[in-house]
């Protein structure tokens, strides 16, 4: 499977390696199983360890989905952030609108959680990007997942809410220890 195969299969929260590959029919042609003599993958085998300079090495941590809530002229925004990496880590702060929150909490493996990221006037702008920070729990590194920001335009009071965040690949590794 090729690198990026491999990504969207993570950021999608399915498996990588797929442990039941769907049956082939003979007459389909060659099949990808291992050549004879080459090592079978050995179970429980500990997870790569991260490589500053390999991004398919660092955590995926996103967010999944928003919901923006109006109240008058001010909005509050909510982000599900959801933690795809096979270890716990902890979410630092989140960088939207010009304006930095820190969060400081924890996620399990797979475990998704809502937090309170914007509130405040409804923007009269586009800011395109937000930035997730985080960091491992056991020692390994400091990551930023870079998200593209779309809105729905408000023609009435002039003000953008947002629509979605999505997740710009590659993650930055801003430390590792």
Known sequence: MSFLGSLGKIVQG??????????????DGPTNQP???APAPVPGALPPV???????????????????RPNGNDVQVYCFIHNNWHDAIRVKKIRIFD?????????????????????????????????LDYETVTPGGYFEAMHLVQYIYHDDSKTYQVDRMQLHQPIRCVSTS
């Open 50 to 68: 991260i490589q500053r300079d390999n991004p398919a090495t660092f955590p995926v941590v996103f967010i999944r989905n928003t919901l923006t």
């Open 99 to 131: 304006r930095e929150t820190e969060v400081d909490y924890e996620l399990s493996p797979g475990q998704e959680r809502e937090v309170l990221v914007y509130q405040g006037p409804a923007p009269q702008q586009k800011f395109e990007q937000a930035f």
């Open 14 to 27: 399915k498996p990588v390696y797929d442990t039941n590959p769907p049956q082939q029919n003979p007459t």
């Open 35 to 37: 050549q004879p003599g």
